[in-house]
């Protein structure tokens, strides 16, 4: 995977992120569910989670592309 890969891939996925998080919180708030409670959820979200935890190992493939 080349940089310019790496790079889409992360906008990508943090934009699908943005979207999920959007999403819980309107509803959260349609639902009037709390907002410590709405973050909870997002905070509990195994997409999410996983989401995260690829957008990191994607920063670290960058940084070793990076460096090699």
């Known amino acids: 995977m ?4 790496i790079l889409l ?3 990508m ?3 699908y992120k943005e979207r999920l998080e959007n999403e819980i919180i309107n509803r959260s708030n349609k639902l009037r ?3 410590k409670l709405s973050q909870e ?3 509990n979200n195994s997409e999410i989670n996983e989401l995260k935890i690829i ?6 493939s960058s940084t ?3 460096e090699g």
């Open 2 to 5: 080349d940089k310019q890969d």
């Open 13 to 15: 996925i943090s934009s």
């Open 9 to 11: 891939s992360k906008k």
């Open 33 to 35: 569910i709390p907002q």
């Open 41 to 43: 959820i997002i905070d």
């Open 64 to 66: 070793s592309s990076a």
């Open 55 to 60: 957008l990191k190992n994607l920063e670290k």
